[in-house]
């Protein structure tokens, strides 16, 4: 029969996470789903981990390393479910999770993805935030004006949509040039609209290896992403040159915020301090950068704040 929602796990090296994942998905209230975790060509023992798993919803598929969108769109090829839902193999979903969005989905039949607020665990599972986010946007409805600012909806984690949005050949990109997840929801966001659910439904794990120690191959491919959140603005919201610069400015302002937050973790604080200086530049009113760029000129960026970044 067919399911109603489809779970990929996308999962590259994860083994010693992977089992808390999978199993936050066969505990969700709403049991009515198939789990597929698709292995990127794990060296280490993700694969025996997932197969060792006798629950009959519980599909493996390995292959060869190819990449994050590859292995995303090899779970969405393989999915039978009326709605599919992502889980990254190092993160965490509450009991409800899936059975809170099928009620936005059963109320208001024109949202095509449903997303929500997620919080933060350290590495061994320990809750660092609950992902209140007072200063972040979080929309409903059209949500492409807001996505051409930036990623709103955050982790894949998240999100769960309808599979028929996807059946005429609107994928992951694979050429590993593009922020994956942005560049996805701006591919959806003209088609549909989306629906934010105020509570913390996922938590996701913050860890070194997940910390984005390539941070100048993460800004080029946001900046490759920006490219096309552009391209989508002018095309779906009818952007003018004048409001094309505006949005320019506002995405590379965007972009150097990120790039700050993640030097902040790794440690870099001279380099924090540059991109978050620079963000500010850009556009002023970032009260997070503004923080951040005050605490890595002094040289020391507290624990706790540490803690609460995404």
């Known amino acids: 029969m067919t399911p ?24 969700q209230r709403d049991g009515d789903l198939e789990l597929i975790v698709v292995d990127d060509g794990s060296s280490d023992d993700s694969v025996e ?9 519980v599909r493996v598929i390995a292959g060869s390393h190819r990449g994050l969108g590859s292995t995303r769109n090899t779970g969405i090829r393989s999915a039978r479910g009326r709605y599919i839902a992502f889980l990254d193999a190092d993160d965490v979903w509450v009991p409800d999770k899936l059975a809170r969005q099928h009620a936005v989905f059963d109320r208001q039949p024109s949202v095509g993805l449903v997303y929500t607020r997620f919080g933060l665990i350290d590495a061994d599972g320990r809750r660092r935030s609950r992902g209140y986010g007072y200063l972040s946007p979080a929309p409903s409805g059209a949500v492409l004006r807001y ?19 996807v059946a005429d050949g609107v994928a992951f990109d694979e050429t590993d040039t593009q ?21 913390t439904l996922v938590f996701h794990r913050q ?40 949005m320019q400015a506002r995405l590379a302002a965007y972009i150097d915020a990120m790039a700050a937050r993640e030097y902040v973790k790794a440690g870099r604080l001279d380099q924090a301090r540059l991109h978050a200086g620079r963000a500010l530049s850009r556009y002023p009113w970032r009260a997070t950068e503004a923080v951040l760029y005050l605490c890595s000129s002094l040289g020391h960026v507290p624990r706790g704040i540490v803690r609460q970044l995404k």
């Open 4 to 27: 109603r929602t489809s779970v990929i796990i996308p999962s590259y090296n994860y083994g010693r996470y992977l089992p808390a994942a999978m199993s936050s998905v066969l505990a």
């Open 147 to 165: 996505l051409v600012r930036g990623n709103v909806v955050g982790t894949p984690s998240t999100v769960c949509f309808r599979h028929d949005l």
């Open 207 to 246: 860890h070194d290896a997940n910390f984005q120690a390539d941070v100048p191959r993460r800004l080029a491919q946001s900046r490759a992403t920006a490219q096309f959140a552009l391209a989508q603005a002018e095309a779906h919201l009818k952007a003018t040159p004048a409001d094309l610069r505006r």
């Open 179 to 199: 922020v994956e997840d942005w560049h996805f929801y701006l591919s959806l966001a003209p088609r549909c609209a989306f629906a934010y659910v105020p509570r």
């Open 49 to 57: 981990i997932a197969r060792a798993c006798r629950d009959r919803r």
